[in-house]
């Protein structure tokens, strides 16, 4: 209850509360209160509203017992996100390259400019190695995929499908003691994680909400995405694959994460509502609105110009200081050696039983703020411990990190981490925000990070103990 | 060249969003699905060289405090009191749509009811009688379609009657239940000495036998806010201060 001596009248609101629950003893009254208001909507609309054709109606049932029916819905929903994978990468693939080779073509120019003038070579490190680079990495590696993911999502979602997935997922989530919304905040949580836990707003229930809360960070968000389309298309599909035949096995390899996602979002709704969220999952209608045609050009247009003014801002906002950062943190001796090969150095003995090294780690932590600066910092922190190589393109990535020792088993282990890892700050800050709860601010970077922990523990153990590496 | 403010309502995925962006000329991304919005936005448009400010709230089914994004829109309502209220329902699914519309009414008469996807509605074969909803809910009714930009003026003019107080709203009032009707009859006189004039007490007297809690809540804060001064006079004494 409130403290005595909030605010004037506080008293006389609740002797007026207890007055009112007095008279409403009995019970059933938001029963006949919405029965009132039904009765009122019904007599209207028999006066108002005449139906001429029945049939017509029926049209969208049709289409909802396939697409939410037993047998074909999971299979349907399935091959719909490994089809929207598949247009991301195989559309995306050329123009990163492109734009990559074309930030490289302005470096080269931006470093002779600061030649002729006789530039420091610190000044040329920070704003051309450091800030340009992590600048540009971010664009080139995130924008294209994020503007074909993101308007496909959104033909999806104006079509009407996603409640139908939420109808679906609703079995699952629903045994995992969770809400059936929580299938639609997910699906937010593809876009942001951030927005993710305002859309959480829809769920009814205190406790249903903060399990979606709590489980969201675990569908990989804008920021992720490209760091997990990146390194399974570099390290988790086999040499041998080419073309067509490539992008599709990077696709499965997609869907095989997401999957996972799934499967710990609902183990963790699951241990949690056993625990410390413990309750009988609430009854809830979800609308299942008619089908539409979604307005494609406008869709595609308005989401992609979204899409790449967020990329473009979070690129300028938070990647080029944290660029700026690592460099300065690469390139300041202590002791012979750079601060950030000291910090790599002091988490690798920690890093390797997880399959990662101290670099990953230290990108991790410096990539709090968001995720999209993991990747670009982790590149920096190589470049600067001595080999450099001159990335022209996407395929130079690689052998950044094959330089740096990295397997398949690292690349595997990066994405798993990415995956289950701590959300990014703004997200926590948003958690913080619509819990008003440190406890479940805290809560909610700790239990992933311990996740992500013990599964790229095992997963290194493992395949180690098997000899797979 | 008042500035008038306009709250959009409505059910989730009536397209209210689309007709925002309409009139407001921003670019909000909308979704086929039932609670896209839940932050409200704000944005401006003129007609007739009135301006207005409007508000997106977020898309609910009831006013009932059932969850966060119900209780912003209630908040809003109430405690905003914007000149216009409009409420945007699908011309499809009328019936369940008209319980909000309903409820709005319940707390303001200074609504305009808005039937959106009424090409939707012509297509599969339903007729809709204007004229008799509006006889009905004592409020001015258009039907429109956002997307295909019908009926866009027309709602705009009927909005314009009711913020300028050129439409004279008789409200329609729903009689419940002999019981509630009397527990209504026995707090509004207690609401009114205590929360004031300011608020419609018959609907507060509602939500209470209700036991609506947040709304107590809300009122509150929102009575506290106006009552700061005044604050400081009544600290420490506690709970003998109002009896």
Request: glycine share 10%; hydrophobic share 50%.
């Amino acid at each position: 209850m409130e403290s005595p001596h909030v605010i004037k009248g506080t008293d006389a609101m609740d002797s007026l509360l207890s007055a009112a629950k007095k008279l409403a003893d009995k019970g059933g009254i938001r029963d006949e209160i919405v029965s009132g208001i039904y009765g009122v909507s019904a007599d209207i609309c028999r006066d108002a509203v005449t139906y001429k054709d029945q049939k017509k109606l029926a049209s969208t049932y049709k289409l909802d017992s396939i697409v939410t029916s037993k047998i074909w819905g999971f299979p349907i929903m399935l091959a719909g996100l490994g089809l929207v994978f598949w247009i991301t990468i195989a559309g995306a693939n050329y123009p990163s390259g492109w734009l990559a080779s074309f930030f490289g073509w302005i470096e080269g120019y931006l470093t002779s400019g600061f030649e002729a003038v006789n530039a420091p070579a610190w000044l040329h490190g920070v704003l051309v190695l450091g800030l340009y680079r992590g600048t540009s990495w971010v664009i080139s590696v995130m924008l294209p995929p994020m503007m074909i993911f993101f308007p496909v999502f959104a033909l999806l979602e104006n079509f009407g499908y996603l409640p139908r997935v939420a109808f679906n997922m609703d079995r699952l989530f629903k045994k995992s003691g969770g809400h059936g919304k929580q299938a639609l905040t997910m699906s937010m949580g593809f876009g942001c994680n951030a927005a993710a836990i305002l859309s959480t707003r829809i769920i009814e229930s205190p406790r249903e909400r903060m399990l979606a809360i709590l489980t969201n960070n675990f569908v990989p968000c804008n920021g992720r995405w490209p760091t997990l389309i990146l390194l399974s298309s570099l390290f988790m599909v086999g040499g041998a694959a080419a073309g067509a035949l490539r992008t599709l096995s990077t696709a499965l390899v997609l869907m095989g994460i997401v999957l996972i996602g799934i499967i710990v979002t609902l183990t963790v709704s699951w241990v949690m509502s056993k625990t410390a969220l413990r309750g009988v999952p609430t009854h809830y209608t979800l609308e299942l609105p008619p089908y539409r045609r979604p307005q494609i050009w406008k869709t595609i247009l308005i989401s992609s110009k979204e899409k790449s003014l967020n990329v473009l801002t979070r690129a300028i906002v938070v990647a080029a200081p944290a660029g700026i950062l690592t460099w300065i943190l690469g390139n300041v001796m202590v002791g012979g050696d750079s601060v950030l090969n000291h910090m790599a150095a002091f988490f690798d003995p920690f890093a390797n039983l997880l399959g990662l090294d101290g670099f990953i780690i230290m990108a991790f932590i410096l990539g709090l703020p968001a995720n999209e600066i993991v990747l670009p910092i982790l590149l920096m922190g190589y470049m600067s411990s001595g080999a450099m190589v001159d990335i022209d393109g996407l395929g130079g990535i690689k052998d950044i990190f094959l330089s740096h020792g990295w397997t398949w088993l690292t690349a595997l282990n990066m994405m798993l981490f990415s995956l289950l890892h701590y959300p990014c700050g703004t997200t926590l800050i948003n958690i913080y925000k619509e819990t008003r709860s440190m406890k479940w601010a805290v809560l909610s970077a700790v239990i992933p990070l311990g996740i992500a922990i013990a599964v790229t523990f095992a997963v290194a153990q493992a395949a180690r103990l098997f000899g797979w590496v | 060249m008042n500035q008038y403010t306009v709250a959009f309502a409505g059910n989730p995925n009536t397209g209210k969003s689309t007709l925002f962006n309409l009139l407001t000329g921003l670019r909000q991304h909308t979704g086929n699905w039932a609670g896209k919005t839940v932050i409200t936005a704000e944005g401006e448009f003129t007609h007739n060289k009135h301006t207005y400010r409007a508000v997106d709230l977020p898309g609910t089914y009831s006013l009932y405090s059932n969850s966060a994004d119900e209780e912003a829109a209630r908040d809003y309502i109430i405690f905003e009191e914007p000149d216009v209220t409009l409420v945007v329902l699908d011309a499809t699914s009328l019936e369940r749509n008209l319980n909000l519309a309903l409820q709005v009414l319940e707390i303001t008469g200074r609504a305009v009811i808005c039937v959106n996807l009424i090409d939707e509605a012509r297509r599969l074969g339903i007729d809709i009688n204007l004229k008799a909803i509006s006889k009905r809910l004592g409020v001015p009714v258009a039907a429109i379609s956002a997307r295909g930009k019908i009926g866009i003026e027309a709602l705009l003019d009927q909005i314009e009657r009711v913020a300028t107080g050129a439409f004279t709203a008789q409200p329609l009032r729903i009689s419940y239940s002999d019981e509630i009707e009397q527990g209504i009859a026995e707090l509004i006189p207690m609401v009114e000495q205590i929360v004031g004039s300011r608020y419609p007490a018959r609907w507060i007297a509602l939500r209470l036998l209700d036991g609506d809690d947040s709304l107590l809540h809300s009122l509150k804060t929102h009575m506290g806010r106006k009552n700061i001064i005044g604050t400081k006079e009544v600290v420490g004494h506690g709970v003998t201060a109002c009896h």
